[in-house]
């Protein structure tokens, strides 16, 4: 059975932490990602990673950054805590293979980050 | 206007109806499409993918108008279990692939 695995469901942070979120998958997938959820806007890309050590800026990158390090884990950090990014945090992760990007992504169970 | 639409609804239902939901995309270089489905404070799921010829998966049929740029989703004969968010996906080939996600369609199905 698949998995992807997010470090917290829940998180709480006050303005100007620094904040990681963490993603862990088991498939050996080579694309992992990051997005946020807002009601109305549906799951925005923030950045992706098609392999350890490379990463991609998404739709909206600004005041995040993110690490991979390591194939099953991805990182993301936010530097300094803005009340904007009060958000649901989803990690998913893709095979690539070459269907490419037809595959199927694989969610963890989302972090709610409240930013106070 | 956004690159992949959908109706936010609510759709409120008998169990037992039939309910379709619609999803229009603006790029007409897209190439893959999905319904995905995701429960209140879970993860979305891969529902179906959504093909040319149109594909049925029990009560789930998803359809794929590429002249008109929509795809549709049909819930035969809905249970309670159907309540959720329907989300409809779009993937592009822009170089690299890039996925698209609609806002989302809520449904409810009641007894």
């Known amino acids: 059975d698949v998995k992807v695995t997010q470090s917290s469901r829940y998180l709480v942070k006050r303005t100007g932490e620094k904040v990681f979120l963490e993603c862990v998958q088991d498939m050996d997938h080579e694309n992992m990602f990051w997005y946020r959820q807002d009601p109305g806007l549906g799951l925005r890309l923030i950045y992706f990673?098609?392999?350890?050590?490379?990463?991609e800026k998404g739709d909206i990158p600004e005041g995040y950054s993110v690490s991979r390090e390591k194939k099953e884990r991805f990182s993301l950090i936010l530097e300094s805590a803005s009340t904007n990014q009060t958000s649901m945090y989803l990690c998913?992760?893709?095979?690539?293979?070459?269907?490419?990007?037809?595959?199927?992504?694989?969610f963890g169970p989302g972090t709610r980050l409240t930013v106070l | 206007r956004k690159e992949v639409e959908q109706d936010p609804g609510p759709f409120n239902v008998p169990e037992g109806a039939t309910v379709a939901f619609n999803c229009t995309y603006s790029?007409?270089?897209?190439?893959?499409f999905f319904w995905y489905r995701q429960d209140c404070r879970k993860e979305p799921k891969l529902l179906m993918s959504v093909y040319s010829s149109g594909n049925e998966d029990g009560r789930f049929t998803a359809q794929l108008n590429r002249a008109s740029q929509y795809i549709s989703l049909l819930i035969r004969d809905s249970k309670l279990s159907d309540s959720a968010t329907y989300l409809c996906?779009?993937?592009?080939?822009?170089?690299?692939?890039?996925?698209?996600f609609g806002a989302g369609t809520r449904l409810f199905v009641k007894a």
């Open positions: 790029n007409s270089a897209s190439q893959s």
């Open positions: 998913a992760s893709r095979t690539s293979g070459l269907a490419g990007g037809t595959d199927t992504q694989y």
């Open positions: 990673s098609y392999d350890v050590k490379m990463k």
């Open positions: 996906v779009v993937t592009l080939n822009t170089g690299g692939f890039k996925t698209i």
